[in-house]
């Protein structure tokens, strides 16, 4: 079945780990990628991210020789697409990184080839792909045109949670859509040889906006704690404690307000729901709308706060402790993240301020704060210390020491909840 090999095309957050879950069954893997450096990294056995137990299995897939990247597109007998699917200024979504993978893979079919898509695609991407291929293939017959296609295609949308990706990949349940059952059960078949979870069989398009589903169910109840954190406040409540009292009824379990959401995922999925059905998908957009206007509120609640200690509308003289930069608790990765946009957008506004910058898990500032006249990294407790304003902004571990005691005399804003 994969005597040809398995091809993963895009070799990032979701391809590689893949790639490390299928050679650890002993399947031959190529990997493939745009980016020369990821492939001469991974051809090293280096591993060009960071994600917990990683390392090491690429390193072990690549000197046992099951796993060999490279830019070119081989031939192969499963192909499993995992590129990136943003959306471009208007909310719309991007699929021209799947059209290229497309087009790389178009010359190499000769029939009997499965091709599956993981990445996070609006309904109705996995038979674009087929009419696509069609167009580029005309020789071939396509499961959008045949119960019996030459070619299988098949949804199986990625779930892994950053942090837990190298136990998720193995544990998680997996939604497997074709575009006839056929190809449901030709793609299933790849799973099975990994994942421990259950294997759900659909068609592609449900698989495809079951997964859109997941992550507007996370983001709606963020909103809901987000917008249920500005009732409380405007009420003089702790919305913590409200939120604590009320998951003790056994069907409540809300979720927690912060910064906004950041990463790739949850801020981006809903709205490709919203593109496919803009007039029905208002409680999805107002989520959206909700979490990416919380930056702009913790900002707002800084700039109080100095008011308040008598600093001029430039900062001049205080000095504001940023603790955290990642889009989420003890991780390094600053995509999206709220807590670097309110970072920058501090810097900005506040000309005369000092702002202090910690991140635990970088070693240096990332490009946006870097040079910057008025920004310093700086160490914890320094910050905390010299800090006017203490703005928590994400609840890394390295964070939960703290005491009161460190924090007394600080005006302190606490995004998360980690002090209380
Ligand atoms: N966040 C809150 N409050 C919460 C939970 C999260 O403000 O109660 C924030 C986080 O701080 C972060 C953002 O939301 O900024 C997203 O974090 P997350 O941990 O909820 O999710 P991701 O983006 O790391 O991963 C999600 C997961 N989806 C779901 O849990 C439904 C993961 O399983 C998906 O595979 C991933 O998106 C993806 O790639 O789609």
């Known amino acids: 079945m994969f005597r040809n090999g398995i091809a993963v095309i895009g070799l990032g957050y979701i391809g590689l780990p893949t790639c490390a879950a299928l050679t650890q069954q002993g399947l031959t893997v190529h990997g493939v990628d745009v980016n020369e450096r990821t492939v001469s990294e991974i051809n090293a056995g280096r591993v060009p991210i960071v994600e917990p137990d990683l390392d090491e299995a690429i390193e072990e897939a690549v000197t046992s020789g099951r796993l060999q990247a490279s830019t070119r597109v081989p ?236 600093a001029g509308p430039d900062g001049e003289n205080a000095t504001i402790a940023c603790l955290g930069l990642a889009f989420k608790a003890d991780i390094d990765d600053l995509r999206e993240s709220p807590a670097l946009g309110i970072t920058e957008q501090l810097a900005n506004d506040l000309p005369g301020a000092t702002i202090l910058a910690v991140e635990p898990h970088v070693t240096a500032l990332p490009k946006s704060l870097h040079g910057r006249a008025n920004v310093f990294a700086a160490e914890v407790s320094y910050a905390v210390h010299e800090a006017d304003v203490v703005l928590l902004l994400v609840d890394h571990h390295a964070f939960k020491h703290l005491t009161l005691g460190d924090l007394e005399g600080k005006k302190v804003i606490d995004t998360r909840g980690l002090w209380r």
Request: proline share 8%; charged share 25%; aromatic share 6%.
């Open 75 to 310: 031939a192969a007998s499963y192909y499993l697409i995992a590129v990136p699917t943003p959306f471009k200024g208007d909310h719309e979504p991007d699929l021209s990184y799947i059209r290229s993978a497309t087009e790389a893979i178009a010359p190499r079919l000769r029939g009997g080839e499965v091709v599956i898509l993981e990445s996070t695609s609006p309904p109705g991407t996995t038979r674009k792909i087929s009419e696509w291929l069609a167009e580029l293939r005309p020789d071939l017959r396509l499961p959008h045109q045949s119960e019996r296609p030459d070619v299988h295609l098949a949804h199986c949308p990625e779930r892994v949670l950053p942090g837990r990706i190298m136990v998720e990949i193995f544990s998680n349940d997996r939604v497997v859509g074709g575009l006839t059952p056929a190809c449901a059960e030709r793609a299933a078949a790849l799973y099975r040889t990994f994942v421990t979870g259950e294997i759900l069989l659909t068609d592609a398009t449900s698989a495809e906006m079951a997964k859109l589903t997941e992550n507007s169910f996370r983001d709606v109840n963020i909103a809901f704690a987000n917008e249920l954190a500005e009732i409380c406040e405007e009420l003089g409540l702790d919305v913590w404690e409200v939120i604590r009292l009320a998951n003790r009824h056994p069907r409540v379990n809300i979720l927690n307000p912060g910064p906004g959401v950041g990463g790739h995922c949850i801020a981006v999925d809903p709205w490709f729901i919203v593109a496919s059905a803009p007039e029905r998908a208002r409680l999805i957009r107002t989520a959206r709308e909700t979490n990416d206007a919380r930056p702009h509120t913790i900002v707002s609640k800084v700039k109080g706060a100095l008011s308040e200690l008598g």
